[in-house]
């Protein structure tokens, strides 16, 4: 039963996912337990990783072009070449080994989605200014950037292809199911939330526990005293050179979910790149 | 191993904090079985003798420790119901109480927390070094405390409360309280790096620091002890009927005072002066 972390991205003006995706897999290499640290990278051009020192770090290449941007995320249950599989944000860095809340999953879920995340300062975030849909909807609070499912799971097939039919026909679910507060964007979160209401099967797959912890570093819900545009404007985040992170005054020692795309430079790509090959 | 409780008491012209101690020290022996001690300066100590104390503050305390009065320009705003005096503030020297304290397991508290339970004895056989207030709470129903009350800066650490504060002496509160002191003596460092306030010194942002970096730079809930249950100094103590203290307590916003009552429970009242005035009441009860 082959287990790894399945990361999905594609070509953006703006941003330049494969490097945000290439920082994750670095962490996760650097951090998790042999047999818990294969990546596989869903790209939408493979000559991209022409550009990267350790493509290596990237167990599987998948090319597939078919979707555009997130949406891509939608078919990881196609996509994914593992029999167990975490889907991931790119968007996000792994700071200490977490290969037990794998084997948690794989022993016990079919399909399990994050339901909660915290603060930089450890703290649970419980501030919905980004999830009014959620709140005027009724509906669980998941988080598709951590996402567990079987391949042969029944149910996850089934509640991603409601995903996906979500995904394509946003203006259609909004009007029927969030009235209440219609989203700017329907994104996966909010796909994979109505999936699950609609199907019933939020206790199934989003009972409560203690992890994945997820540091979500959405500005406006850091528990500060004043609004934020940017967190980064107000705390420092630093990566030394043994892949210690800190952001402000906390040492992370849960998933950053960093948000800002900015954040992976060069000097921290070097930084993961170094402890990789040190391992 | 022998246990006991430390206080500090440096007067100002404003407060008397060797008044204070008395009572309180007498409370926190009285209710949790366990002997006191009271580390003073000199000029505290003759104005006890001056002020016919200096005797009850013998048979109080087991030990009075004589120190030099710390240097500090530190001054702050207290309240006393409406009216305000900013006065001096002479505490910069909590982080000596390792050195100073004459027990194994000492509790420390601030002359203005008094106790009235014994509920702090259950902390006394408690696996931990080191164990400070974790928060405190408003007397209040609503929530009167600010941000600066929770953190020690808005994007800071979170804030313990060194009103109250339990330890062992053996080699890990040692290091806590040498961070303490460190903390303290590098303070305008650690404000840029902590972003806090440096204008003036408090014990419980040095204390906040030392178990933030002792703790692995994050919040941890071990070393902990209960929230301290706290009257702000804008509120009055009107009453003193054997355990049972009346407060009027400012409500936010108007000018309304409302009144409570409690018994038995351990307070900390931030209205020094208001302590002072029903010293006689208190005192009775010692």
Known sequence: MSFGYLLVVAEHES?????????????????QREGYDSVALVIDNKQKLSELTSAWVFDHVIEWNQETFWNGRSWMDHLTPFDN????????????????????????????????????????????YYRRTFVKNNLPDLYSMYTFFKKDSQLARSFFDLGRQIIKNPVQFANVFLAQHKPK??????????????????????????FPRIVHMKPMVQNWPWPADAWSDHVGFYLNKYGKLKIGNYEQNDI??????????????NILEEIAWKK | MTIGILMYAHNSQFVDYALMSIISGGLAKKHLAVPASLVTDLSTMEWMQESNILQKANSVFEHIIIVDRPVTDNRRTLCDGKTQA??????????SAYDLTPYNRTLLIDSDYLIFSNRLAEYWNVDQDVLIGQSINDIYVGDRLGYNDRYISETGVKLYWATTVMFTKNNTSKIFFDTVNFVKEHYSYY???????????????????????????????????PPVL??????????????????LIAAPLSEKYIPTSISNTDIHIMNKQSVIRHADQLMEML
Request: overall charge negative; hydrophobic content about 45%; charged content about 25%.
């Open chain 1, 185 to 210: 964007v329907l994104g996966t979160d909010e796909a994979f939330a109505l999936a699950a209401k609609i199907l019933d099967i939020e206790h199934i797959v989003a009972y409560p526990l203690e």
């Open chain 1, 85 to 128: 599989t975490v889907c991931l944000d790119v968007d996000m860095l792994f700071t200490q080994d977490h290969s037990h809340w794998a084997e948690y999953f794989i022993e016990n879920s079919e399909l399990y989605i994050a339901n909660k995340s915290y603060t930089y300062r450890g703290e649970l975030i419980t501030d919905a």
């Open chain 2, 230 to 247: 706290t009257t702000l100094d804008t509120d009055v103590l009107t009453s003193v009927d054997h355990d049972r203290l009346t407060f």
């Open chain 2, 86 to 95: 900013v006065v001096p503030f002479v505490n910069s020297n909590r982080a």
């Open chain 1, 15 to 31: 941003v330049d996912y494969l490097k945000l995706a290439y920082g994750l897999a670095l962490s996760i290499k650097n951090t």
């Open chain 1, 256 to 269: 950053v979910h960093y948000v800002e795309k900015d954040k992976i430079d060069d000097e921290m790509i």
């Open chain 2, 191 to 225: 404000a840029d790096l902590f972003r806090f306030d440096s204008r003036q010194f408090r014990n419980d942002i040095a204390f906040s620091v030392a178990k933030h970096i002792l703790d692995g730079f994050k919040s941890s809930a071990v070393g902990t002890l």
